[in-house]
């Protein structure tokens, strides 16, 4: 057996390898001083893309020196570009009226004296032109000058600040990230105007070269945490990296398990008030959504929203919220365990109308209850796939008709139905989908033991869910933390929120998280 | 770790592949509502017939599944058996499928097995983990405990459930007859004295089996609670009725409402006292070593109904009632004293009481307590009743 | 010896739970008939009293379990057999759960499910448990405690208010005179589960403040005393003491007896969740140091490795330990109450009272 799984591994490993060495992006080379020669290289490089756009331009009054500036169309601000590069290349470097200057000279006077830009770097290596160049920055090269200058223009057409999508609030900020890394940092920045706020970004992804973004505070964080999350980063050895998800899965501590040990969120303050608590955030360009480590179970209780309505409020619908959740998980299993294990538990009358209903059924209630779950989850699928205006009508007809159809035709029994409708809008009160996710995993699970068990069933399964659960680390903090291990202070955002005047420094607070535990 | 999860591939399937043993599938199950005990024959064999009232379910449940033929809400069958288990289970070749006794509402046993003894019938019930200790038991009078699992009912379409409704209120609004749950007899079963409710069936049993009977307005055949079975050493002595059987209450502190009439200077019987209120404490003195009960009953009334003309403005007047109405209780309860002295019935517990008081003197007297002292114990009967108030009206509109 | 660390609320609620154990379910203490709460609680402080000599021996040997101070003491080679008498003293208990547990579950609710599935699952949980550590057992533990209470209060609240109970079926005290208590204490409750405890010694290393024993230790006992004083108490005036005698699982009777507004009635589940979290940690802990006995006197180097074989053991003992109940429960009653003297009293006083004379002389 051990062989087989090996034999698949070592074959995955080499096609990586293959794949890399072609596509691969590493160049020893600097930039030789003749300009066309840079000019060809690039060229050939980005073969002749379309939306590379070299404007080639005299600089000095003798109209001597040949330079050329590079970009790729689209991820620049056109404007800036043009106002504050060329022009200011063509008109600024009138000064130079003799030819006595050597190119480095040249070179440097631009950079510091015409070049209008707040950030310009000065490169050799051809591996740093690229990646600046396909960043959106201008390159200037300077015929016989071994160095360019890379000029900050990012800019082009990215999708402007908007509302969220799945965490909706009705008091707080309407704010959303967006696919820029920059606008995401620049969010968090302006809600946490400490200096003690740091950024530290690196690229990943061979052929994607994403750029990423860790943020943290310092001060508050703790340094084993950080340590590891900066590590785990750097081992990914990959050749993509698209959205958030699959950096998650590779810095994701334990992979058999159904609970979500990484929290995502699309929500500014969501994220503030995390890095408040001493977790790390982890951006990644071309994702409104960035990741958040450690993350907790309760984490995925708590909504945006609870910190702006009052406590009293708040604490009730967290409790309303553990309670449906505990509810989607057991509800059909303990019916089933009911109906079909012990039914001398049922009070009397309810159990007449419940064997009155199962009269007319074929089926045994296992199948009844897998059946109905599993055409939820196909209704629910086909919801989130149509179009908007039909996507609606559809999930809702279609539940409606087909239950009611199944109903009358004998299929499934009525408890059946009430009680799978119950479960899946109760699931709908938890606050994250991943959580979802993992609830929707986990209740199959349950009806089963149920189903051979009856009561015992789920008395094991829970049993072992919990101990699973107890025993799960995200980055080295407990995953059940404040609950296991119980720490006093920490219950006071738990599950009840509880005043400001309990609290005294605020809301967020994790002392296990600082701690490293 | 290979070796692991292949044992645990093989644990997981082990349990899959045998089944599930306990599963059971409510079209399988016959509920039963009521089961009744008569005497079966004379030989060993055929000791006891037992008789299962089953719920039709889809008759009886809200909600249209199906409109199907109008049939009765329940069926019975019957058997006969050595045990009642035996019996019980030889009635599943009658019925299409497994007897379920959780949900038995009521148990039924006939008066000519009362009279022969009724201590060995409940070891089942007991012992078998489906049996729920909580229902109650009546005995029918006159006739057997089949006939009266026929019987249909008006209100309520289950007869057991009806029966136990019916005791439930007639405990709790007419005070007559407790219900007597087999939880609250077994552990008096070989102390020797308790009491069993009875009922009675009013009209004819064949009419009552049908349908019919309770689609007319005044049914013919019906259930009445009636009745309070003293039993002495598992087998029935004598029955109380009416106003004995209330005394009981009294005594044993069961008693919740109840009315009780009182005369007039001019009629009998004519006013109507409500008694919203009653409570009985009972304290033993043991005097020349014999005991001596002292009993306080205290209730509270109100006027509920007069056919003559009192007074009732005047404090003077309700002073009067007061006193009529103790006086009324104490007679009543004298009464049923006086038939459970005769018989040697001990049904209202003094002897665990006289145990709670002086444990020693009562490890000298127990053997001989129901036979010999009980009859000739001294009883001393204090009533204290407080009347307050007279309804919407104050006087009377007669004249 | 793992690296983890217990902490003092962990440990109480694992004393608690385990204190809970069958107890709590089954016929406990009932020789005494009427007083069988005062036997209890004169086990409670007879515990106590011994809990000061395990502590005496945990001052001696901070670092060590019990398997491992017996051979300090008692020299390495009569040392090494104490210790091997202590896991099997650990494995038969252990069996003794799983077997108590499973025989609640057949008889009240699952008829005819055979014995050794009942018993695999159970093993095996308990198993899956463990083999995540300790650590992990002391979390789970902490996450039940809540449950449990919930179950707890809501059960005795509806015992309270149904109207059931007649406080008189207690009396009158000592209606058998001093006898019967006396009796039932020094036979049963000292033992069970109090005298039980002894386990604990096993696990005491793995406190993280070790200075919070005497505290931990001393409160569990007297709230879970407290408790199951008043379990019985409540069982027998509820029922009567001629029924609970009689009875296999008392406590199960009496919440059967719950029925309030036509609804709340047939609450059994919620004492067999119960029934069931309790015995799973008290098997869990007596495995465990049954575990930890033969990790530390085998030289092993971790507990993972033994776990699944020992659970295999147990799952056939509790299947071979007794042909039917009634054996079962004699085989409780006969031998076994007079054997445990052996180990919760006898071998750790004469340990003691070795190593006090040792320390005198050195």
């Known amino acids: ?517 | 770790m290979q070796r692991l999860y292949l044992f645990l591939i093989l644990i997981f399937s082990l349990i899959c592949l045998s089944g599930c043993w306990d599963n059971v599938e409510l079209k399988e199950l016959s509920i039963v509502s009521g089961i009744g005990i008569d005497k079966g024959g004379d030989s060993d064999e055929n000791r006891y017939s037992t008789t299962v009232q089953i719920v039709n379910p889809s008759q009886v449940a809200g909600g249209q599944q199906g409109g199907k033929v109008q049939s009765a809400p329940v069926t019975s069958f019957t058997a006969t058996g050595s045990t009642l288990k035996e019996a019980l289970r030889k009635i599943s070749h009658k019925v299409s499928s497994q007897l379920f006794f959780p949900h038995v509402q009521v148990m039924i046993i006939g008066e000519e097995l009362a009279k022969e003894g009724i201590l060995e019938l409940f070891d089942l019930i007991e012992r078998d983990p489906s049996f729920r200790v909580l229902f109650p038991i009546v005995i029918v009078r006159g006739h057997t405990a089949e006939d009266a699992l026929k019987i249909t009912t008006p209100l309520v379409p289950i007869p057991s459930m009806k029966i136990v409704d019916s005791l439930e209120s007639s405990e709790k609004i007419w005070s007559e007859y407790p219900i007597s749950r087999v939880d609250q007899i077994i552990p008096r079963l070989n102390k020797g004295s308790f009491s069993i409710t009875g009922i009675n069936i009013n009209g004819e049993v064949a009419i009552g089996n049908k349908t019919e009977n309770t689609q007319q307005i005044y049914q013919t055949a019906n259930l009445e609670i009636k009745g309070l079975a003293l039993f002495k050493e598992g087998k029935i002595e004598t029955w109380l009725e009416n106003e004995s059987a209330r005394g009981v209450m009294w005594v044993k502190n069961q008693m919740e409402q109840t009315v009780v009439t009182l005369d007039c200077p001019k009629k009998k019987d004519a006013i109507t006292i409500d008694i919203l209120r009653a409570h009985s404490d009972i304290k033993i003195n043991i005097k020349n070593e014999k005991p001596v009960i002292n009993m306080t009953i205290v209730t509270l009334g109100s006027v509920s109904e007069t056919q003559c003309n009192l007074p009732l403005e005047k404090n003077k007047t309700i002073i009067e009632l007061e006193k009529q109405l103790s006086e009324e209780i104490k007679e009543e309860v004298l009464k049923t004293m006086k038939t459970a002295q005769d018989r040697k019935i001990d049904v209202f517990g003094f002897g665990n009481n006289i145990n709670i008081e002086d444990k020693k003197y009562w490890k000298k007297i127990e053997s001989t307590w129901e036979d010999e002292i009980f009859p000739e114990t001294e009883i001393n009967i204090n009533v204290l009743t407080t009347i307050r108030r007279t309804g919407m009206r104050i006087n009377s509109y007669i004249e | 010896m793992e690296k983890a660390k217990i902490s003092g609320p962990q440990l109480f609620v694992l004393m608690f739970m385990f204190n809970m154990g069958t107890a709590v379910v089954v016929n406990y203490g009932i020789g005494a008939n009427k007083d069988a709460w005062f036997a209890v609680l004169f086990g409670m402080f007879n515990g106590i009293a011994l809990f000061f000599i395990y502590y005496r021996l945990f001052i001696h040997y901070p670092k060590l379990p019990l398997t491992g101070y017996s051979r300090e003491i008692a020299g390495k080679h009569l040392g090494w057999i104490i210790g091997l008498l202590y896991i099997l003293y650990f494995l038969h208990i252990t069996t003794r759960q799983v077997r108590d547990f499973s025989e609640l579950l057949v008889s009240s609710t699952m008829t005819k499910t055979p014995l050794l599935v009942i018993v695999i699952t159970f093993v095996f949980v308990i198993c899956y448990v463990l083999y995540l550590g300790v650590e992990v057992l002391a979390r789970t533990a902490q996450v039940f405690i809540a449950i449990l209470f919930t179950f707890g209060i809501v059960a005795n609240f509806f015992i309270l208010i149904s109207g059931n109970l007649d406080f008189q079926n207690l009396r009158p005290f000592l209606e058998h005179g001093w006898k019967p208590i006396v009796t039932t204490t020094f036979l049963e409750t000292i033992h069970f589960p109090f005298g039980e405890m002894v386990v604990f010694t096993m696990l005491l290393p793995y406190l993280k403040h070790p200075s919070s024993v005497k505290k931990t230790w001393v409160s569990a006992l007297i709230l879970s005393g407290f408790i199951l004083s008043w379990t019985v108490c409540l069982n027998i005036a509820v029922l009567g003491v001629e029924v609970v005698e009689r009875s296999t699982f008392p406590t199960l009777t009496t919440i059967g007896k719950v029925n309030l507004l036509e609804f709340i009635q047939r609450l059994d589940a919620l004492v067999v969740f119960s029934m069931m979290i309790t015995v799973f940690f008290k098997g869990a802990i007596f495995m465990y140091g049954a575990v930890i006995g033969i990790v530390d006197l085998f030289k092993l180097k971790n507990h993972q490795q033994v776990i699944f074989p020992v659970g295999g053991i147990i799952i056939i003992s509790a299947i071979i330990i007794a042909p039917n109940f009634p054996a079962y429960l004699e085989e409780g009653r006969d031998g076994l109450r007079y054997m445990v003297y052996l180990f919760f009293l006898i071998f750790p006083l004469i340990m003691l009272v070795i190593s006090a004379i040792k320390k005198r002389f050195k």
């Open chain 1, 1 to 517: 057996m051990k062989s087989t799984w090996g034999r698949l591994f070592k074959k995955k490993k080499e096609k990586n390898q293959d794949l890399e060495d072609k596509v691969g992006f590493s160049f020893e080379q600097v930039l030789s001083p003749s300009l066309c020669e840079n000019i060809h290289f690039i060229k050939k490089t980005l073969g002749n893309s379309g939306d590379l756009i070299i404007s080639e331009f005299k600089l000095g009054k003798p109209w001597l020196n040949k330079s050329a500036s590079i970009y790729i169309n689209g991820l620049t601000d056109k404007e800036l570009t043009g106002h504050f590069i060329i022009e200011k290349l063509m008109a600024d470097a009138s000064i130079i009226d003799d030819d006595s200057w050597s190119p480095n000279q040249l070179g440097t006077y631009v950079k510091e004296h015409i070049l209008s830009i707040p950030h310009v770097e000065m490169i050799t290596e051809l591996q740093k032109l690229f990646s600046f160049l396909l960043s959106g920055q201008t390159i200037v090269l300077i015929d016989g000058w071994t160095m360019a200058c890379a000029c900050s223009s990012q800019g082009g057409e990215l999708r402007s600040i908007s509302e969220p999508t799945i965490e909706t609030s009705v008091r707080g900020p309407k704010e959303s990230f967006t696919e820029s890394l920059i606008t995401n940092t620049s969010l968090v920045r302006r809600r946490i105007k400490s200096p003690n706020l740091w950024l530290e970004t690196q690229k990943l992804g061979n052929i994607t070269q994403t750029q990423i973004g860790i943020m943290y505070i310092n001060g508050i964080v703790n340094e084993k945490l950080l340590n590891e999350v900066k590590e785990r980063l750097n081992k990914i050895d990959v050749n993509e990296i698209q959205g958030s998800n699959s950096i998650e899965e590779w810095i994701t501590d334990e992979t058999f398990t159904p609970w979500p040990t990484i929290f995502v969120t699309e929500r500014p303050d969501v994220v503030t008030g995390n890095l408040l608590e001493g977790r790390i955030a982890i951006f990644v360009d071309g994702t409104p959504i960035p990741l958040v480590v450690p993350a907790t179970w309760n984490q995925f209780f708590i909504t945006a929203e609870d910190y702006y309505l009052k406590w009293l409020m708040t604490s009730f619908l967290r409790v309303i919220r553990i309670v449906s959740f505990l509810f989607t998980l057991l509800g059909q299993a303990i019916f089933i365990a009911f109906v079909s294990f012990h039914p001398e538990l049922i009070p009397t009358p309810l159990l007449i109308n419940i064997a009155a209903q199962r009269q007319g059924v074929p089926f045994p209630i296992i199948f009844e209850a897998l059946l109905m779950e599993l055409t939820f989850e196909v209704l629910r699928e086909a919801g989130v796939r149509m179009p908007r205006p039909v996507g609606q009508a559809v999930s809702i007809v279609g539940a409606l008709v087909l239950g009611e159809a199944a109903v009358s035709a004998g299929i499934v029994s009525s408890a059946m139905v009430i009680v799978v409708a119950a479960t899946a809008i109760a699931s709908f009160t938890i606050p994250h989908f991943l959580m979802t996710d993992a609830v929707r995993l986990l209740r199959f699970l349950m009806i089963f033991l149920a189903g051979v068990f009856g009561i015992y069933g789920i008395g094991i399964g829970v049993i072992l869910l919990v101990a699973h659960t107890v025993s799960l680390r995200s980055f080295g903090v407990s995953y059940l933390s404040p609950f296991a291990p119980f720490i006093v202070n920490d219950q006071k955002d738990a599950i009840l929120r509880l005043p400001i005047l309990f609290t005294q420094r605020g809301f967020h607070f994790f002392s296990n998280i600082r701690k490293g535990k």
